[in-house]
């Protein structure tokens, strides 16, 4: 077997294409719509070395397109469940036991290939199947997959590398880091298909297996990630990938004796609840489950009377509507001072007029559907019930049409109440709510800010005044975990700006740096005495004569 000290290609962020009109990268990714809507494929589970299918289907529809059927996936039960944890199992000991360096292959091929011949297929699988825009695809599917995987083989090599500094005389001091006793279960949400593919390949990298259910709204696209990850060499059985009732699949997971640890990106009630599950089965497993959460987020904009007006618009506009709002990070509640507001309402209705919202293929539309009609119907009925409110002002927007596809139209309310339900609730869609204070209340904006939700994942100050941005950024502390001074809160990039966020939003395990590795392995101290007493006096015990 090949030995040496392998020093990994240096990571560097991915360049965002810009499908401009006329260039390679658009008309690459026009075809790939089109042969993605011109044929209905069949999605199976990947389990072991199987391609399995149930025969139990489900479609899969464009969420801007809800009459068209791009595909058909196999839906499983408890029965597939065992059989990935199973095949999981049954793949540990080579996989843990290859050298690092030949995972890291793995991983930086995959890579290359999204970078390559993959980036216009999983690009258009996440436009149709999750209704998202090329400039949303483009940062996502292709570019923060991409700096995942690059920059986690480099977080891997540090974690090997960092040993105890100095070892006695006649001592050899070393740690190593093992992966988990057992499987990691990665659940993933629809909005990213960058996290759908790094939480399963986070763990598997660090020589872990992993059984991997995605949300169904993600499916079409999980099908090209698991295609990638088999065409770059991850081993059969190394991720499993199944689609089944989350109940159904917890029920297996998380009474299973070899559970080692947990990977999800979701809601906060669902990982609240698996929390729970995994607190009354502890005494179940082998060992205690590694548990990382990234959840929910009800994200700010707080704006000083010295914030330029037309950088707290753009802030509001980008952050809130990009992606109709199914970001955690995205801009949810805004506090603006009454000597700004009319600039900022005068620039973000002006500009949200030039809005065109509808389907994906057509590149001019900056607004496309949201997910399902689930998410449908909740924002359309808090929206209703808004404009119903005498308290709350509509600015902009308001409408909502499911006819086609699942359009909510962006919306900008207006409060009188800083805890007004929509200022406090999660929604996750385009709707923006604001709040307009008193300049003189400053000090009591900020304690308003920190006290009115449960969670803390992103947030931003906008000011032109360093000792308000030195404030806010102290009292703001707990608030979020990804902080933003004068830009929006969303769009954290791998390597720069770690993510994760604490209270409500999880457990702030940072994706997108060495802090998330760590989570998937178990240090071993080695301690080796190279000439060991044999007498087991000490010279304390030497007599004086």
């Known amino acids: 077997m090949l030995k040496g ?21 658009r008309a690459a990714l026009k075809a790939a719509l089109a042969e993605g809507r011109a044929k209905q494929i069949d999605i199976p589970m990947y389990i072991g ?12 529809r464009p969420p801007h397109d809800h009459q068209h059927v791009l595909a058909t996936y196999h839906w499983g039960d408890k029965t597939h469940v065992t059989d990935a944890i199973d095949a999981a199992l049954a793949a540990k000991a080579d996989w843990e036991n290859l050298p690092w360096e030949q995972r890291a292959a793995i991983f930086l091929k995959a890579a290359e290939l999204i970078a390559g011949p993959y980036r216009a297929k999983i690009n258009a699988a996440t436009m149709l199947g999750q209704s998202k825009n090329a400039y949303q695809a483009e940062i996502d599917a292709a570019c923060e997959f991409i700096d995942f995987l690059r920059f986690n083989v480099q977080y891997m090599t540090e974690i090997y590398q960092q040993q105890p500094p ?18 990691v279960f990665a659940l993933t949400p629809f909005n990213f298909t960058a996290i759908a593919g790094n939480l399963p390949a986070s763990a598997a990298m660090m020589g872990n297996v992993v059984v991997w259910k995605p949300a169904d709204t993600q499916i079409y696209a999980a099908n090209v990630i698991m295609q990638i990850f088999k065409e770059a060499g991850v081993p059969d059985g190394v991720i499993n990938l199944i689609y089944a009732d989350g109940p159904v699949v917890g029920d297996v997971v998380f009474n299973h004796p070899d559970f080692a640890g947990i990977h999800f990106t979701g809601s906060t009630g669902v990982f609240q609840n698996i929390w729970g599950t995994i607190a009354g089965n502890i005494h179940k497993y082998k060992t205690y489950p590694r548990i990382v959460g990234e959840t929910g987020g009800k994200d700010f904009v707080l704006a000083h009377p010295s914030a330029n007006p037309d950088v707290v618009a753009v802030a509001l506009l980008r952050g809130a509507f990009e992606y109709q709002g199914q970001k955690c990070s995205a801009a949810s509640r805004a506090y603006i001072p009454a000597s700004l507001w009319p600039a900022v309402k005068e620039h973000v209705t002006r500009e949200m007029a030039t809005f065109k919202m509808g389907p994906t293929e057509d590149f001019e539309n900056f607004i496309n559907a949201v997910i399902s009609e689930v998410s449908f119907d909740k924002l359309a009925k808090y929206i209703d019930e808004a404009n119903a409110d005498e308290s709350v002002e509509l600015i902009a927007g308001g409408g909502h049409d499911k006819t086609k596809g699942w359009f909510i139209e962006p919306t900008v309310l207006k409060v009188e109440d800083p805890y007004y339900v929509t200022m406090c609730t999660e929604l996750f869609g385009p709707v923006l709510t604001v709040y307009v204070y008193e300049d003189k209340d400053w000090d009591e904006i900020l304690t308003i800010v920190d006290k009115t939700s449960i969670y803390a994942l992103t947030g931003a100050i906008i000011s032109q005044d360093r000792y308000a941005i030195a404030e806010a950024t102290y009292r703001l502390r707990n608030a979020a975990g990804n902080f933003y001074v004068n830009d929006k809160p969303t769009g954290a990039v791998v390597g720069q700006q770690p993510f994760g966020g604490a209270r409500g939003s999880g457990t702030n395990d940072k994706a997108g740096s060495m802090i998330n590795l760590l989570r998937w392995v178990s240090p071993r101290t080695i301690k080796e005495t190279f000439d060991p007493p044999k007498d087991y006096r000490y010279p304390f015990l030497t007599p004086e004569h």
Do not use: A, C, D, M
């Open 5 to 25: 000290f392998f020093n990994v290609p240096e990571p560097v962020n991915e360049t965002v294409l810009n499908y401009g009109p006329r260039s390679v990268e």
């Open 49 to 60: 070395s199987k391609e399995v299918r149930t025969g139990t289907l489900r479609e899969i």
């Open 166 to 183: 100095v070892s006695g005389k006649g001592i050899w001091n070393r740690v190593e880091q093992r992966p988990l006793e057992g499987f």
